[in-house]
C-alpha cells in the first residue's frame, strides 16, 4: 500500500495561507467520503455520493463527460479495497478518491480519472490487470500498471529504483502514469504525519530528488509546489517555521503594497482599454523561503507576484508595453517565454515594475490557456491519443498512431527521450538510481543546432561530448572534434542555449572515446557510453607514452640527409653558397629575398617572412635571388589536429602516397585534445605541395595544415 497517514505533515497556523493560495482546491473531507464508503453504493446505474465532488471537478472541465466509467471504477476500487484502512483509520478508498479529486481539478480527461481510482487495485487487491482490461480497455490497464509497483518480495532493496525504471519507461509512452504518480505521492505527503519520523524522511528525500524534478519538466507547477513546501517541512522544519512566521506577519499587516500595485495596473490596462484580469498570487513557502535568502529582509511586495490573464497572445504584449510606458520597468526582471517557451511547455512574460516608494512587483502575464497548461502542465493537454478536435489542447497534443507495438506520445519531450535512452545502457540498479537523482538535479535545458537544421536538448553545462553521445549514440566513440558557431572547438568546450554544433567524425570503425571525455561529460547517456566501453577495453586505457618535447625545426638539414641542390635557387652573389630559410621554407613559385650571413652564405626567404622586416629592420642589405630550373623542393608544414588513436601512421602514410619524404618530423605534446605536428618533407616536384596539403587535411582529425612561419 502507500503511505498511509491522515495527520497533514503541515499543522497549524499555516493553514490560513495555504487556504488563501489553494482557495480553488477545497480539501476532502476524510471523515465524510469515509462514512459514505461505508455506508455502501448508491443504486445501481447511479453515480455514488463518494465521488460526487470528483464529477463535479471533472465536468466544470469537460461538461459533457461520460461518467459511467467513473461509476464503475469507483464500484470495483471500494469493493476491493473494502476492509482495507490507512493507518489514520480511515477507509482506504478515501486514498484513490483524493488522488482522483487532485487530477480532476487539473483538468485530466476521463480515462486518467478512471486509472486513478484502479491506481491500487492490482497492486494491493486481488483484481488482476486482465480484469481491469476486460472491463475499462488497454489504456487504463496500461496507466494502472504503470503505476503499479513491483513487489520487494521479488526485487529485495531494488524494489523502489526498479518500480521507478518501469514508471518511467511507461511514461515514454504514456505521460498520463506520470500524472497519477505526481498526485498519487501529493496525497501520501498531505497526510505523512503519522509515519516515524524517519520514514517521513526517507519518503520527503526520495520527492524532492525523483518526484519534484519530475513534476517540473512535465510542467504541472499546482503538484510541484505545494509538494515543495511538503518536502520543507519535514526535511526543514526549523527554516520553515521562520518562514511561516514571515508569512503570517506579512497576512497581518494593515496595508499590501501588492493591491495598490494590483490597482494600478488595473487602471493602466482599463486606459489602454486591454480586457485582462490581475490577480495576486501569493508566493509558497519555498518560493518565500528563496526570495528571503536572496534579499535578505523581505519587503510586503516580495511576498506575491501579480498575475495578468488575457485571451490572446497579443494581448500579452500589449499589456507589457502599456506597463513599460506607464510605470517604472525593472528592465533586468523581463523574460520572454511565450515566444521561447520552456522545455516544460511554460509560457508566459516577466517583468517587474517599481513604485517610488521602492516596492518592486514581479508581473507574470499570459493568456487563459497558457496558464492552464502553466499550473497543470501535461495534465492539461488531455488525452495524447484522441482525435485532435476531441482534444483540450489540440494544437499542442496531436494524435498518435502506435510505431512498432509502442504508442508514440507526441507529448513526449526531450529530457525523457534521453532519460529514456540511458537507462536501457544502466549496467545495475545503483547506477540507474545515482544517475537519475543527478540527472533530475540539472534543472535546466538548452537547445543546440545542428548543420542540417535538427535540434539537440541538452542539459545547462553539457559539452561537446554530450552533443557527441546524444546525437550519435555509442558511434560517438569516433568523435574526433567539433566546431560550434563556425569555429573550431575542443570536445571539452562547454555549450550554451542557441549554439550551432557540428560534430566531427572519424572514420575508423575501431575508434575508442578517450578516458578524458568522462572528465568533460555531463549528461548520463554520455558517461554510462563511455565507461562501458572503458571497461570492456581495459588493455586500451592505458595511457600513451608522453611523446618527446617538441623542438624547433633546424634552419638546415636533419643529420643524415644532403643539402637541397643550390641549383635550385639562383643569388645575386657569384660563388656564395645558397641555403632555404626554415623559418618559413619557401618553395617555387613563392616570391623569395635573400640575406647574407656568416660563412658566405645566402640564405632564401619567403617575402612575407617575419624573419624579413626583423632583418631589414637592423639595416641588412638583401641579397637577388630568383628560382633556378630544379623543380624539386624541401617544406616544412605543420598539421594541426585532434587527438586519437592510429593517426600520426595515418598523416604519414598519406604524405608518402603524395610522394613526400619525411626528412624530419616533431609531435608537440597533447593540449586540450589538440595536437601539433611539424613535418619537413622533400617534394620531387614543388607543383605537388598544394596535392599533398589537401591530402593531409583528408586525414580524419586533421583540421589544418599551413607552411611554417617560425617567429
Same mark, same amino acid.
Given at each position: ?53 470528483? &464529477? ?39 486514498? %484513490? ?7 480532476? *481539478? ?14 491500487? #487495485? ?90 519534484? @524534478? ?6 504541472? =507547477? ?102 513599460? #510606458? ?14 521561447? @517557451? ?41 488525452? @495524447? ?9 489540440? *494544437? ?45 538535479? =540539472? ?69 575508442? %572515446?578517450? !578516458? ?34 617538441? !623542438? ?15 641549383? +635550385? ?15 618559413? #621554407? ?37 641579397? +637577388? ?48 585534445? !589538440? ?11 614543388? &607543383? ?6 589537401? +591530402? ?11 607552411? +611554417?612561419?617560425?617567429?
Amino acid at each position: 500500500m502507500s503511505a498511509e497517514a491522515t495527520n497533514p505533515a503541515t499543522p497549524g497556523p499555516a493553514a490560513p495561507a495555504a487556504a488563501v493560495r489553494r482557495k480553488a482546491r477545497p480539501r476532502i473531507d476524510l471523515r465524510r467520503l469515509g462514512r459514505a464508503a461505508l455506508l455502501g453504493n448508491a443504486a445501481r446505474g447511479k453515480l455514488p455520493d463518494a465521488i460526487g465532488h470528483v &464529477a463535479e471537478a471533472h465536468r466544470a472541465h469537460y461538461p459533457d463527460a461520460d461518467l459511467e466509467p467513473l461509476r464503475r471504477a469507483y464500484v470495483l476500487a471500494e469493493s476491493s479495497h473494502r476492509g482495507q484502512m490507512r493507518k489514520s483509520g480511515e477507509p482506504y478508498i478515501t486514498h %484513490p478518491l483524493a488522488v482522483t479529486l487532485i487530477l480532476a *481539478e487539473l483538468g485530466a480527461e476521463t480515462t486518467t480519472l478512471t486509472a486513478s481510482l484502479l491506481h491500487d #487495485t492490482v497492486e494491493d487487491t486481488d483484481v488482476t490487470l486482465d480484469q481491469v482490461r476486460e472491463q475499462f480497455g488497454e489504456e487504463v490497464r496500461y496507466l494502472v500498471d504503470g503505476v503499479t509497483k513491483l513487489e520487494k518480495v521479488d526485487y529485495g532493496a531494488a524494489a523502489e529504483p526498479e518500480t521507478f525504471r518501469k514508471m518511467l519507461v511507461a511514461t515514454g509512452s504514456d505521460v498520463r502514469v506520470m500524472s497519477i504518480k505526481l498526485a498519487d505521492r501529493l496525497h501520501n505527503m498531505r497526510t505523512l504525519g503519522v509515519m516515524r519520523r524517519e520514514k517521513q524522511e526517507r519518503i520527503a528525500k526520495v520527492t524532492r530528488d525523483v518526484l519534484i @524534478p519530475l513534476a517540473e519538466r512535465l510542467g504541472v =507547477q499546482a503538484l510541484k509546489t505545494e509538494l515543495e513546501d511538503l518536502v520543507f517541512a519535514i526535511l526543514h522544519p526549523e527554516e520553515y517555521e521562520h518562514t511561516r512566521e514571515l508569512i503570517a506577519e506579512n497576512a497581518a499587516r494593515a496595508d499590501d503594497p501588492l493591491a495598490g500595485i494590483a490597482d494600478e495596473v488595473r487602471g493602466v490596462l482599463r486606459e489602454a482599454d486591454i480586457p485582462a484580469e490581475v490577480l495576486i498570487r501569493p508566493r509558497h513557502f519555498v518560493s518565500v523561503h528563496r526570495v528571503s535568502r536572496k534579499r535578505g529582509e523581505l519587503r510586503g511586495a516580495d511576498f506575491g507576484r501579480l498575475l495578468v490573464l488575457v485571451n490572446e497572445d497579443a494581448d500579452c504584449y500589449a499589456v507589457l508595453g502599456e506597463l513599460h #510606458t506607464c510605470m517604472t520597468p525593472v528592465v533586468s526582471e523581463f523574460k520572454d517565454f511565450i515566444a521561447v @517557451p520552456k522545455f516544460n511547455l511554460y509560457q508566459s512574460l516577466h517583468t517587474a515594475v517599481a513604485r517610488t516608494d521602492g516596492q518592486v512587483a514581479e508581473v507574470l502575464i499570459r493568456t487563459h490557456q497558457m496558464h492552464k497548461v502553466a499550473e497543470a502542465g501535461v495534465v492539461a493537454l488531455g488525452n @495524447p491519443y484522441a482525435p485532435a478536435a476531441d482534444a483540450p489542447a489540440a *494544437e499542442t497534443a496531436a494524435a498518435a498512431a502506435p510505431v512498432d507495438g509502442e504508442r508514440a506520445d507526441p507529448t513526449r519531450p526531450g529530457w525523457l527521450s534521453r532519460l529514456l535512452d540511458w537507462q536501457k545502457a544502466a549496467p545495475d540498479t545503483d547506477t540507474f538510481w545515482s544517475t537519475l537523482r543527478e540527472d533530475l538535479a =540539472q534543472d535546466r535545458e538548452i537547445t543546440v543546432f545542428r548543420p542540417d537544421g535538427g535540434t539537440l536538448g541538452l542539459p545547462e553545462g553539457a559539452t561537446c561530448v554530450d552533443a557527441a553521445y546524444a546525437q550519435y549514440g555509442e558511434d560517438a566513440h569516433a568523435c574526433i572534434g567539433a566546431r560550434v558557431n563556425g569555429r573550431l572547438a575542443t570536445l571539452s568546450t562547454v555549450l550554451t542555449d542557441g549554439d550551432t554544433v557540428q560534430l566531427l567524425m572519424g572514420q575508423d570503425p575501431a575508434s575508442e %572515446p578517450s !578516458r578524458e571525455w568522462l572528465e568533460h561529460a555531463h549528461t548520463p547517456a554520455a558517461r554510462i557510453a563511455i565507461q562501458r566501453w572503458l571497461a570492456a577495453h581495459p588493455d586500451s586505457t592505458e595511457e600513451p607514452p608522453a611523446p618527446a618535447p617538441s !623542438r624547433p625545426v633546424p634552419d638546415f638539414p636533419a643529420a643524415g640527409t644532403a643539402p637541397r641542390s643550390a641549383s +635550385a635557387v639562383v643569388a645575386d652573389r657569384p660563388g656564395a653558397t645558397v641555403r632555404l630559410a626554415g623559418c618559413c #621554407t619557401p618553395v617555387p613559385p613563392d616570391e623569395v629575398t635573400g640575406f647574407a650571413v656568416r660563412g658566405g652564405v645566402v640564405t632564401v626567404h619567403r617575402v612575407e617572412c617575419a624573419s624579413v622586416a626583423h632583418m631589414k629592420s637592423t639595416g641588412r642589405p638583401e641579397v +637577388a635571388v630568383s628560382w633556378g630550373d630544379s623543380t624539386a623542393c624541401r617544406v616544412t608544414l605543420v598539421a594541426e589536429s585532434f587527438g586519437r588513436p592510429h593517426l600520426l601512421a595515418d598523416l604519414t602514410e598519406a604524405m608518402a602516397q603524395e610522394g613526400a619524404e619525411i626528412v624530419s618530423a616533431t609531435v608537440e605534446p597533447p593540449s586540450q585534445q !589538440r595536437v601539433r605536428h611539424t613535418y619537413t618533407v622533400e617534394l620531387p616536384d614543388a &607543383a605537388h605541395l598544394p596535392a599533398l596539403m589537401r +591530402a593531409m587535411r583528408n586525414v580524419p582529425g586533421v583540421y589544418d595544415v599551413g607552411r +611554417a612561419q617560425h617567429q
